[in-house]
């Protein structure tokens, strides 16, 4: 699934690049939106596992990123959509750094 979103995000970049400033279409934003929730949710998934908890911080990510499709397929220009997914996991790891109790990060005595 890692794979699959790098993947689906490479093919939605190409689509901004031919045409940066038309909206991208259904097809490359969806893409592209949910290759950027696919990566958040893989690390959401294996983190859940490993400890047992919720990141509400790749949870809101994963929202956003899937909120921004419908945006990218009808009204915003391609490059807009790029700087917004960017901006998306920008967030995810600023939240996670800045305030990891908040973003349901474990506490540091759970990795042992």
């Not at 929202?63 to 397929?73: D, E, G, I, K, Y």
């Not at 996991?89 to 990060?105: C, D, H, I, K, N």
Request: glycine share 8%; aromatic share 8%; net charge positive.
């Amino acid at each position: 699934m890692l794979i699959g979103g790098i993947i689906a995000i490479a093919a939605g970049f190409h689509s901004v690049l031919e045409e940066p400033e038309a909206p991208m279409g259904w097809k490359m934003a969806v893409l592209l939106c949910l290759g950027v929730a696919a990566f958040l949710a893989v690390f959401l998934h294996v983190r859940a596992r490993v400890f047992s908890r919720l990141y509400r911080s790749r949870l809101a990510g994963m929202l956003a990123a899937a909120l921004l499709a419908p945006l990218a397929a009808t009204t915003l220009p391609g490059w807009v959509t790029l700087v917004a997914a960017a901006g998306i996991t920008t967030a995810v790891s600023a939240w996670e750094t800045l305030s990891p109790t908040s973003a349901g990060l474990p506490a540091p005595g759970d990795f042992r």
